[in-house]
């Protein structure tokens, strides 16, 4: 079970439960109103916890199937390496404004807009010149050589 769901529809489920089998089972000849609302109270207390038990369906993309190849992603993605993990350094860069600004520059690559390409490429050699010195940040070779390389596919001068 995940212990991050909500318990408070199964608490309700086993209180109608038990509610359905006090009237049923509580005196020796129940009569007929109160049979009716035993059944109603254990086949609704039932159907609560079979919901709440029912497996959540994963996290991931809100199209499961596609409907035939209608809504399936067919573009090539030739920008995929510029996948990238920084070693970690006593001084180097900052991590968050390192992260920002590659966040910055794959996202306008993934939009293969000219437009954009060229702003980002302008932001990023812009705050490149002023990327702080911090304890513990992203090794400062490393952070440069990607940059660079980044930068230059926001021009597109890299081929591919």
Not at 74 to 102: C, I, M, N, S, W
Request: overall charge neutral; aromatic content about 6%; some cysteine.
């Amino acid at each position: 079970m995940q212990s991050n769901r909500n318990r408070r529809p199964l608490a309700f489920g086993v209180l109608l439960l038990a509610f359905g089998l006090f009237l049923l089972l509580g005196t020796d000849s129940p009569s007929v109103a109160r049979a009716v609302l035993a059944g109603a109270a254990l086949a609704l207390g039932g159907g609560v916890i079979l919901r709440w038990l029912k497996p959540m369906p994963a996290p991931g993309p809100a199209i499961d199937a596609p409907l035939g190849d209608r809504l399936t992603d067919t573009r090539e993605h030739p920008r995929a390496d510029f996948e990238v993990a920084f070693a970690t350094a006593l001084r180097g860069y900052d991590k968050r404004q390192v992260d920002e600004l590659v966040g910055l520059g794959q996202s306008a690559l993934a939009t293969d807009v000219p437009t954009q390409c060229r702003v980002a490429r302008t932001q990023l050699d812009t705050a490149r010149a002023a990327l702080p010195i911090a304890l513990r940040g992203y090794d400062i070779a490393e952070v440069d050589a990607y940059l660079e390389r980044l930068s230059a596919a926001l021009a597109g001068d890299e081929p591919g």
